[in-house]
């Protein structure tokens, strides 16, 4: 069964970093590029960034460029997400999403909670 | 960025009900369109990809139609496990981008 398995949420303070990890499995991983999308409390959803199969290429919404980092190792089939410099605006449940072959988002995590709070 | 317009925000709908919902794109996406169904703390599942093509294992009263800037979603008879919000998404171009959503909610 594929399945992606988000953590590291919780609560930071204006400023603050946080690192997110999305634990995958039941698929070649290397193999799929992999994305990060969000949702604020009661808002929609919001693409963050992706990532290429072999972790080459990279793209980012233009409100986490210079602030987000999203890598991964294909060796421990893991997604990460690095975030710096949080606002209170960057609170949101942050999802981890497979890539499919087509380039919708076929497999969803059920995603970690991000509080920028003081 | 290219913007995605859904249309209505919210849609009361009864069991059994055809439902359509709009969704366009501020500039030509092809039919690189995908829409998802979320549930009130659940993650988002893709019904429909490619704007028209069924993902595996979604019933068929889902379908969708469209190309270039306008899309709908149909759900040709309601059922009560479809009351959720609904989301276009287009993936012609980054940043990848999706539509306010929709509300389908019991009448």
Redesign the interface.
């Known amino acids: 069964e594929v399945q992606l398995l988000e953590s590291g949420g919780g609560l930071v303070q204006p400023g603050g970093s946080l690192r997110l990890s999305c634990a995958a499995s039941g698929f070649t991983f290397s193999s799929y590029a992999m994305?990060w999308?969000r949702q604020a409390p009661g808002k929609?959803?919001?693409?963050v960034s992706?990532i290429s199969g072999n972790g080459a290429i990279t793209?980012y919404?233009?409100f986490v460029k210079g602030r987000f980092t999203i890598s991964r190792d294909n060796s421990k089939n893991t997604l990460s997400l690095q975030m710096n410099s949080l606002r209170a605006e960057d609170t949101a449940v942050y999802?981890c999403a497979k890539t499919?072959i087509?380039?919708?988002?076929?497999v969803?995590?059920?995603?970690t909670l991000v509080t920028v709070s003081s | 960025d290219i913007q995605m317009t859904q249309s209505p925000s919210t849609l009361s709908a009864s069991v059994g009900d055809r439902v359509t919902i709009t969704c366009r794109a501020s500039q030509s996406i092809t039919s690189w369109l995908a829409w998802y169904q979320q549930k009130p703390g659940k993650a988002p599942k893709v019904l429909i990809y490619k704007a028209s093509s069924l993902e595996s294992g979604v019933p068929s009263r889902f379908s969708g139609s469209g190309s270039g800037t306008e899309f709908t979603l149909t759900i040709s008879s309601l059922q009560p496990d479809d009351f959720a919000t609904y989301y276009c998404q287009q993936y012609n171009s980054y940043s990848w981008t999706f539509g306010q959503g929709t509300k389908v909610e019991s009448k």
């Open positions: 994305e999308v929609g959803l919001e693409w992706s793209y919404a233009d999802f499919a087509s380039w919708y988002f076929d969803w995590g059920r995603g």
